[in-house]
């Protein structure tokens, strides 16, 4: 995170497969939003995170402006026109009205969970400041992004970071402007995935004060990528030396065995547990557990420490 909230890569693994073994906290939930964002910008074509409907996707919320549609603002239906509500509204049997709303919303969450329509949330004046115009300031940005397009893929992904930090978009998510600044790089075809650009922030030295020139500022978001690219290659490295590691043993197995899709399995996934390998594999629990028995010493490192949830990853 960038406010230098740590949380445990089990406890967040946990935590999005709906399996928390203790209560969730703050830094917890954002950095699953976090995770949840970069997982919907990827899953997506490089271009749609740089739009309306991909920032309000990524952000978890509706958009108020229809499709490319200018601005509009929300307006309350007469309780006494009929025509405002669903024609269940005021159906004679209660159950049907309930059902039809437990089907809709269970409509709206699943094209939430897709991508493709974010569900809308009432704004409380407590929390979100009524003078900043986020619409104006989302026109902004992407006019920011428009007018950068034919720049080197780094230095228009610097200035719209930059330009995401003066316009203060999204103050309550501070991580999502990395995020947006990797998809600027992965749409220009500069990467095939969204760097770990918040990582990258962390190691370097680079921390925008607003007095910085526009070199320093290019040269400071060149810093972060330098070492957001550092850090995918440690960790490349380390998957690499756990594959070695491990193909010394699935090298000596059976050819029926499922040793080898084991070893696929950690290779693809921050975390391992024995439901989790029993379900891709299709085998038994008992069967993971002797397959994670060979492996031996070539067996990844456990993260939680736990006998009820046991799991394994290579971090």
Known sequence: MLDGQLVEVGDLVLHDAGMDVRSPTHELTRAAAALRARRIAMGRNAPWPLSIEGLAALRGIGSARGEGGPKSKRVAHDPDDDAAFPPFANDADPWKAHFAEIDALLERTSKMLAGETPLPQSRSHLVYDEDVDEAENEDLWLDVVKRTAHWPALAAAAVAWDAWLNLNLYARQPWLGLIMAGAILRARGLTNHLLPLAAGFKQSKFRPQGRESALEKIEGFCQIVEEAVAVGTKDLDRLILARELMQRVTGKCRSNSKLPELMDLFLSRPLVTVPLGAKF????????????????????????????YRAWGIV
Not at 286 to 300: E, H, I, T
Not at 301 to 308: A, I, K, N, S
């Open 281 to 308: 594999l299709k085998v038994t629990p008992k069967a993971v557990d002797l397959m994670l028995a060979q492996l031996g010493g070539a067996r990844p490192r456990e993260l939680t420490g736990r006998l009820r």
